[in-house]
Structures are given as structure tokens and as C-alpha cells.
């Protein structure tokens, strides 16, 4: 995990804090982003992204032109279901083929250009993450569908809802950078061709190489943690050691 998604993550832990102790009460308004970025000495960013990840988790709620509102806890079994990486990624995977599909009929010259100008930006290395999160909002918006380009945003928004999702993301979004871009220039000529099978099967293919990537990242893992467990228990049996105690 980088250090801004921790840093933003040690925010979302210390409201949250507050919130259960009673500082901030169910109901509540949580002060201006300003006043939090001061209190926990932060930039007003941080304090923005640590927002989105309380209100998936539900903890607070945005009214818009309002403030930020503490919920009451949700009470009922079952609430607080933990979501993993494959399932947020199967979901975008399903959804966002649809999407694609759609888009394919209904997105603007307007909108291929900025979608290109993503592409460009991927390339070069200019700002990767923010041009992929744009590249999937322009599709998405493009459906003209207001209930899939609100199911897309939430989607994208679990991917920084818990410390197990943000590790898992982040241990192969900065990989294979090339091959996100063939993947988005596949998407990209679909949607320029109006051709909606081409763009779900594009869209299916991209997240279904994201899904094998976290497998492999997850399973690469695994082994190095048994690795370290055995040298531990090496040293801890080794005949020189015993010897010695």
C-alpha cells in the first residue's frame, strides 16, 4: 500500500474513532473538511478520499450543499459483510461489459476524443491512475443511463473501502501497465466502431486479466509468507541452535 492510501486509511480509522466513542454523534454534522484537514494535519485531499471510504462503509452520510452526516449503526445481521477484491472486480467485470455495450451505440465523437486523450496520457505516464478512473466514467456517463453510471462510481468507490482491497489493487494496478493500455485501446476501437459485442467481450477480457493478475499476486503471497514462517522455524531447529539453548 502506498503511503498516501495509508495515510488516508489512518484518517478514515481515526474518525471512525470518534464516531464510536460518541465525539461524533449519530446524526451529527462532522466539521468542514478544512476544520479535519487542520485537526489531523493533512491535505484537504486526503481528508476528501478518507470521506468517500466512511460513506461506502456507511458511516457517514454527504448532503450535498449540507455537510457530512454521521448515520445511526446498522444493527441487522449480516450488515457488515466483508467484500473482496474478486468480488468487486467480478462485479465491474459484469456491469461494466453492459455498460460498454451500450456506450457503443450512444457515445459522442466528443466523448471518443477524451477517451483517446486517456489512452495518450497512459503512454506518456502522465497521471495513469486518474486517466484509467476517467477512462471507465466516460463510458460509463456515455450510456446516458444515470442507474449504471452511479452503479459504475460505486464500484469503483469499493475499491478503497477496506485495507485488504486497497493491498490487493494496488499490489497489480501498478504492474503491467502496457497491458492495461492494450486492453483499454481494445475497449477504446470497439466503442469507436459502435460494434456493443466487440466492447462487452473487450470490457469481459479486460477485468478477467485483472482477475488472474490478483490470483497470481494473492498466491505469490501466500508462498512468501509460508517461506518466512520456515526460516523461522529452521532457525528455531537447526542442531547449531539447539545446541546452544
Given amino acids: ?25 449519530p446524526g451529527s454534522r462532522l466539521p468542514p473538511e ?43 445481521l449480516g450488515s457488515q459483510k466483508k467484500i473482496n477484491a474478486f468480488e468487486v472486480t467480478q462485479a465491474r467485470a459484469l456491469i461494466e461489459g453492459e ?27 502522465h497521471f495513469i491512475a486518474a486517466a484509467d478512473k476517467e477512462f471507465h466514467q466516460i463510458i460509463a456517463n456515455a450510456t446516458r443511463n444515470s442507474a449504471m453510471a452511479l452503479s459504475a462510481e460505486n464500484l469503483w468507490k469499493l475499491r478503497s473501502s477496506t485495507p485488504e482491497i486497497i493491498r490487493d ?4 494496478c501498478s504492474k503491467d501497465i502496457s497491458m492495461t493500455l492494450a486492453e483499454h485501446k481494445a475497449i477504446y476501437v470497439a466503442l469507436k466502431s459502435g460494434d456493443a459485442t466487440q466492447a462487452r467481450n473487450a470490457m469481459h477480457n479486460h477485468f478477467n486479466r485483472l482477475i488472474n493478475a490478483l490470483f497470481d499476486a494473492i498466491e505469490s503471497r501466500s508462498l512468501e509468507e509460508i517461506r518466512r514462517k520456515n526460516n523461522e522455524k529452521r532457525g528455531l531447529y537447526s542442531i547449531p541452535h539447539s545446541v546452544e539453548n
Fill in 1 to 25: 500500500m502506498s503511503g498516501n492510501r495509508r495515510l488516508f486509511w489512518s484518517i478514515v480509522e481515526k474518525i471512525e474513532t470518534l464516531i464510536d466513542s460518541g465525539m461524533y454523534s
Fill in 34 to 76: 478544512r476544520e479535519l484537514a487542520e485537526t489531523f494535519n493533512v491535505s484537504r485531499p486526503t481528508v476528501r478520499e478518507a470521506i468517500i471510504a466512511l460513506e461506502v462503509r456507511e458511516k457517514i452520510e454527504v448532503k450535498t450543499g449540507s455537510g457530512v452526516y454521521v448515520l445511526k449503526p446498522v444493527n441487522q
Fill in 99 to 125: 455498460v460498454a455495450a451500450i456506450a457503443a451505440t450512444t457515445i459522442t465523437e466528443d466523448e471518443l476524443a477524451r477517451l483517446h486523450q486517456t489512452l495518450v496520457d497512459m503512454e506518456n505516464s
Fill in 169 to 172: 489493487y494496488d499490489s497489480v
